[in-house]
């Protein structure tokens, strides 16, 4: 099955890759943003294996010597620039390597691909020196740059890339890709809710039993100063979790509850399988510091794309929560 048949979302993208292709126009620099799993790494392989191929029609052909040695990882014109681990940062060392690598000619197809994902992984020192190769363009290498935080980027290499923004599809397209792809019902709302809208992500969670340690981290959050444990505690359980996705767990919470104490039948809440334990905890709690909650959430979210300490954030995070859920047990009135 070819990438637009398969993730129908992505056609525009690739319709405009293919028109950059037609035209012979292929930007240098290409910056895709989009949120983690919803494509750019499908849309950035299938279009370099398009580039490279020797004999393509509207996708590569599969057949020929690069496309098999780009199907066994092996092409030389294809540079995969990529953190060692995830959330490590890619060094300068590579960046030159790289560019030593530029200036011999390409081996293979009189053209080169380099990817680098994520590209926000950079450093000051190797975006400075990719800047370098960006402002003196090489006619037969492509650079794409992938990245979900392109806010992380410095402004010189963002002015250089030709950007191009991949939305999450509509959540009837992402559901019913996820029914192909074996997941139906609550179950696959519930994940593509987890995944931020973002389908290929929510396949991946689905895998990783991400539901069952989500209603562990929902039971603690909810019980907290009630039945057991206090946020520091609580904090240092999880904090080998990653901090983004627990806050992005209590955003849709929080935003569940919203909804609910508007309309307690509310049918699009994202937690449909949470609505009844989300409601009685809506009821005790006054609106107006859920949304102040919210909002310490939102910052919380910003403040993780930057050096912070985990473990600590999530801590006061907890703290805030707990104050907020007494307090309001004082205030209700209602
Ligand atoms: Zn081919």
């Keep these: 099955m070819n990438l637009v048949d398969d993730m129908p979302w992505l056609s525009p993208h690739w319709d405009r890759l293919d028109s950059h292709l037609q035209s012979g126009r292929v930007p240098q620099a290409l910056l895709v943003v989009g949120r983690q799993g919803v494509g750019k790494t499908q849309l950035a392989e299938t279009f ?10 509207d996708y590569a052909c ?39 690598n530029l200036a011999l000619k390409p081996q293979y197809s009189g053209r080169r691909v380099v990817l680098i994902n994520p590209a926000h992984q950079m450093n000051v020192s190797s975006s400075n020196s990719l800047l370098k190769t960006l402002e003196e363009p090489d006619e037969h290498t492509t650079l794409l740059l992938l990245t979900d935080s392109p806010q992380l980027l410095p402004a010189t290499i963002l002015s250089r890339c030709q950007r191009m923004e991949i939305c999450v599809p509509e959540r009837s397209m992402a559901l019913a890709w996820l029914a192909k792809n074996g997941y139906e019902g609550d179950h696959a709302n519930v994940l593509l809710s987890l995944a931020r809208g973002a389908p290929i992500k929510a396949l991946g969670l689905a895998n990783d039993g991400i539901i069952e340690k989500r209603n562990e981290f929902f039971s603690a959050w909810g019980d907290l100063g009630g039945y057991g444990g206090d946020p520091a505690a609580l904090a240092e359980e999880w904090s080998k979790f990653s901090a983004e996705t627990l806050v992005d767990w209590m955003v849709c919470w929080t935003m569940d509850m919203i909804r609910l104490r508007t309309d307690p ?7 449909p399988d949470l609505a009844e334990h989300l409601l009685a905890l809506a009821q005790k709690i006054n609106v107006r510091n859920l949304f102040r909650f919210l909002d310490r959430l939102n910052s919380a979210r910003k403040m993780l794309l930057g050096q912070v300490n985990r473990q600590l954030l999530l ?4 703290i805030h929560w707990l104050r907020d859920k007494t307090k309001d047990l004082i205030l209700l009135p209602q």
């Design 48 to 57: 370099s294996k398009r580039l490279l191929c020797r004999t393509p029609l």
């Design 62 to 100: 599969g057949e020929c010597a690069s496309c098999r040695l780009f199907a066994a990882k092996t092409h030389p014109d294809f540079l995969r620039i990529e953190p060692v681990e995830t959330g490590k940062i890619i060094p300068v060392d590579v960046i030159r390597g790289l560019i030593a």
């Design 265 to 271: 039948l509310n049918q699009a809440i994202e937690n």
């Design 315 to 318: 801590e006061e995070l907890l």
